[in-house]
Every structure is written in structure tokens, then in C-alpha cells.
């Protein structure tokens, strides 16, 4: 009988030896696993952020010099948008049709955060009516993901300008209504339209379905444009940012000093942990635990290895 139960506790306490393991196993898969979708993610947006790009922006100061460098690379971008009050300062591009910059970055390779670019229908002059740009609804503030912003009231009262950059010349965006539309509404995503009436016809159609406004005396004879980016509000779901092009220029209201450089580092320090997803959270919450573990193993192992001698002592 003590032969027999002495077997059964042995083949309990390896049973609870392989579960043990197994959890430990599961729960270091799970942390590596989180960890490197976490990297991955990093990655992703890192090379999405526009402070890659800062070096080709033309200035004042360098003139078109480093906006050249970056043609030279890549010969398809011919422009820059800046957003003011937001992240979005990037190189635009135009391609063959409207699907390579969707996975192509503006130096020309291939990147999943793509490129903001216009629509391959509509000149480089945006002369045309209207001009539509197309960007990536990204997290962390990179490319069109901080469009969809513009759906709460107070962030589009407040962000009434930005730049556009072509041609060696730059101007004006004054932006004047935010749209809320389905990716198939041929509608709004009209290109080259022609003809006064008609322009004046899809301008007012364009005023009707924005959810804000902002009068500015908008006329067919303006130039607009459209910045257009996938919507988490319904499925293909589209917000647009419209605005008009113009030859006189704003200073940008928003641009940080050196102070606030500084403060934004910490507040995006500290927000990090609120922008990361569900499962990466559940992934650092568990770090601890899968470190905790193989502590608690040997400290149980030696413990059963000193009751072991006594039990076979009391036994004998």
C-alpha cells in the first residue's frame, strides 16, 4: 500500500511538474510573442514619422536644396504638405496610378506606412478641380492619422491652415470643412472636373454632406483640395480634410519652442503605455509573472528535496 501511494504522490508531482512547464512555456511564448508584435509595431510607425523626413522639407533657410536630394532619390515626389497643429509634414509623391504609394515610402521603397500621394488623375499644378491627397490612417500621430481628429469640433475650429509646397514655390491651405463619406461615393472623389456650373455644382454638394464648416467664401474658381484618409468610424468609411489653395502664406500658430519640445517628449513618454494595444498590455502584465515563475519552481523543488529524506527516514 506505502509502496503504492508513495508511487501515486511521484506521478502527481511529476504531472504538476509537466503542467508547471507547460504553463511557463505558454506564458514566455505569449511575452515573446507580445514583445516583438510591440517591436514590430514601433518599427512600422517609426518609419512612418515625419521627423524622417525633416532633413529634405524645403525652408527659407536651405531653399529646394535637400527637397532636391530627395527627387534625386525618388523622382515621383514633387511637393510637401504641412498641416499646422498637427503631425503631418510630409513629401508628396504621384505615381502611375493610385495603388504604388500605398505600400512605397517616399524615398522609393517599399513600406507599409506608404506615402502621402496624389491622386493620379489630377496635375501637379493642382490646377485641377479638386486635387485629392491620400494618406495612410496611421496611429501615433504619423501620415493621415491625425485626419480623423478634425471630427471633433474644437480640433477643427482651431486648425484653420497649413502649406503646400510645389513647382519651387510655396502656399497657402486654408482649410474650410471636414467630410465624413464612404470610400465608393464617386461623388466627392471627382477629379478634373470641368466647366464652372459643374464645379460650382460639386462644390455645394461637397458643403452639404461636410459635418463642419468654416466660411471662407469659397468659389468655383478656387483651387481645392481634398485629404483624404481611411475613417474607424464605419466600414470604408473615408474623413477628408478640404481646403483651399491660396498665394499668401500663414505663420504656423502651433510651432513648438524648445520648451515645448521638450514637455511634448514627456507627455508622449508618458502616454505611450494609454496608445498601446490591448495585447500588449496584457503581454508587459504578465512579464513579471513569467520572470516569477522559475523562481517559485526552485524554491519549490527544494523544498520536496529536504521533506524527501525525512519521509523515507519515518518510513524505514
Same mark, same amino acid.
Given at each position: ?39 514590430? $509595431? ?5 518609419? /512612418? ?48 496610378? *493610385? ?14 506606412? !506608404?506615402?502621402?500621394?496624389?491622386? $493620379? ?6 490646377? !485641377? ?106 466600414? *470604408? ?25 521638450? *514637455? ?9 503605455? /494609454? ?20 523562481? $517559485? ?20
Amino acid at each position: 500500500m506505502r509502496v503504492a501511494a508513495g508511487t501515486a504522490r511521484k506521478a502527481i508531482r511529476k504531472a504538476n511538474g509537466i503542467v508547471d512547464t507547460a504553463v511557463l512555456i505558454a506564458v514566455l511564448l505569449l511575452v515573446v510573442v507580445g514583445c516583438y508584435a510591440m517591436w514590430d $509595431s514601433k518599427q512600422v510607425h517609426q518609419a /512612418a514619422s515625419a521627423a524622417n523626413y525633416a532633413i529634405y522639407k524645403p525652408t527659407a533657410e536651405t531653399g529646394g536644396h535637400s527637397f532636391e536630394e530627395l527627387r534625386a532619390m525618388n523622382p515621383e515626389v514633387f511637393g510637401w504638405l504641412t498641416v499646422y497643429g498637427t503631425h503631418i509634414d510630409y513629401p508628396v509623391a504621384q505615381g502611375p496610378d *493610385n495603388m504604388k504609394y500605398v505600400n512605397t515610402n517616399a524615398e522609393g521603397q517599399y513600406s507599409l506606412s !506608404g506615402a502621402i500621394f496624389l491622386d $493620379s488623375n489630377c496635375d501637379q499644378d493642382f490646377s !485641377g478641380f479638386p486635387s485629392i491627397l491620400y494618406g495612410h490612417h496611421m496611429e501615433k500621430n504619423t501620415m493621415f492619422g491625425e485626419i480623423g481628429l478634425f471630427a471633433e469640433k474644437s480640433y477643427f475650429s482651431v486648425r484653420k491652415y497649413g502649406m503646400l509646397y510645389y513647382g519651387g514655390q510655396e502656399y497657402g491651405l486654408e482649410f474650410f470643412a471636414f467630410v465624413h463619406t464612404d470610400a465608393y461615393n464617386g461623388a466627392v472623389f471627382s477629379a478634373k472636373i470641368a466647366g464652372k456650373e459643374a464645379r460650382q455644382v460639386y462644390l455645394d454638394m461637397l458643403l452639404r454632406t461636410a459635418i463642419y464648416t468654416r466660411d471662407i467664401r469659397v468659389t468655383a474658381d478656387d483651387r481645392i483640395v481634398l485629404l483624404s484618409t481611411c475613417s474607424s468610424r464605419s466600414t *470604408n468609411g473615408r474623413d477628408i480634410l478640404v481646403g483651399r489653395i491660396t498665394d499668401t502664406t500663414w505663420e504656423d500658430a502651433f510651432k513648438p519652442d524648445e520648451t515645448d519640445k521638450s *514637455n511634448n517628449l514627456s507627455a508622449d513618454a508618458l502616454s505611450l503605455w /494609454a496608445q498601446a494595444p490591448v495585447w500588449a498590455r496584457i503581454a508587459l502584465l504578465l512579464l513579471p509573472l513569467a520572470l516569477l515563475m522559475p523562481l $517559485s519552481f526552485m524554491i519549490r523543488n527544494k523544498r520536496r528535496s529536504r521533506k524527501n529524506p525525512s519521509k523515507e527516514i519515518k518510513r524505514r
